[in-house]
């Protein structure tokens, strides 16, 4: 490792990759909880996990690693002590608490709004008092702590992603997942969760047929990110209802229709610029 712009990208790669992999594990031990076992135990963990390690990208992304590093007597460290201490595993970083709170300063420039941080404030307490004492969760039922973990998995996927500079990891991070089970799909609560979600701001996917694209185009349901995936698909204006790139078409093969993602109604391209 020669440069501080080496680290920071390989630091906040390895900080994404942990994100997907604990968000796979955590989707799958919700969907195999069926009451308040070791399943349920795992999923909250490792939700709040892939969580930290998702805004520990983001802030990196934005402010440079020195953003998530301890200082040594009120000093930031200089770029040699840091690749020194990257070398010899000696780096050493802050608190969680601190890289939250600055997160939700004026100063971070991450869009992450009060209700995303009293989310992630609830699931580290989950998370701390599971691993470390215990949490009596008499007061809610299973069907609520599942329709919590979902919500805040939604979150994260539009929250912390759009923080990421996109030139410095591979992909959405619907792209990375595996968990892709029939279960998620339908199990009532995790779709009344993207009614929830997406409210009226929401488009039509062309794939499973539900209201469930956000406004960067991905579908919270088959986790299509269909504007990544520009070879596959090609985006025009809609003639109907106006709104800009919402026209979905075959990149791949000659085609003259596409499908407006907003009105729901089929367009003749030739009619009209793409």
């Known amino acids: 490792m020669k440069t501080i712009k080496e680290l920071e990208d390989l630091f906040i790669e390895s900080m ?148 990421i500079d996109r030139s410095q990891i591979s992909g959405h991070l619907v792209e990375g997942l595996s968990y892709k089970l029939k279960e998620l799909s339908s199990d009532p609560i995790y779709l009344k969760c993207i009614e929830e979600y997406l409210g009226q701001e929401h488009f039509s996917c062309v794939i499973c047929d539900y209201p469930s694209v956000t406004d960067d185009f991905v579908c919270l349901l088959c986790f299509e990110s269909f504007k990544t995936n520009e070879f596959v698909y090609g985006f025009t204006d809609c003639p109907w209802c106006r709104i800009k790139d919402c026209v979905i078409y075959d990149n791949l093969n000659d085609t003259d229709t596409g499908f407006c993602m907003n009105c729901e109604e089929k367009v003749f391209l030739d009619l009209f610029e793409r």
């Not at 990257?86 to 869009?111: G, H, V």
Request: glycine letters at 2%; one cysteine or more.
């Open 16 to 163: 994404y990759n942990k994100t997907i992999d604990f968000v796979n594990e955590s989707l799958t031990n919700l969907l195999s909880a069926k009451e308040y076992d070791k399943n349920l135990t795992f999923a909250l963990i490792n939700m709040q996990l892939a969580n930290e390690f998702s805004l520990k990208a983001a802030l990196v992304s934005k402010h440079g690693i020195q953003s998530v590093l301890k200082t040594k007597k009120n000093k930031c460290l200089s770029d040699n002590d840091i690749l020194k201490d990257y070398n010899e595993n000696k780096l050493s970083l802050k608190d969680y608490n601190e890289i939250k709170n600055f997160a939700f300063s004026n100063n971070s420039k991450l869009e992450l709004n009060g209700k995303y941080k009293r989310d992630m404030e609830k699931f580290q307490l989950y998370r701390n008092k599971i691993i470390h004492s215990i949490y009596n969760f008499e007061d809610k039922t299973f069907e609520e702590i599942k329709k919590e973990t979902y919500h805040y998995f939604l979150t994260a996927i539009n929250s912390i992603f759009l923080n």
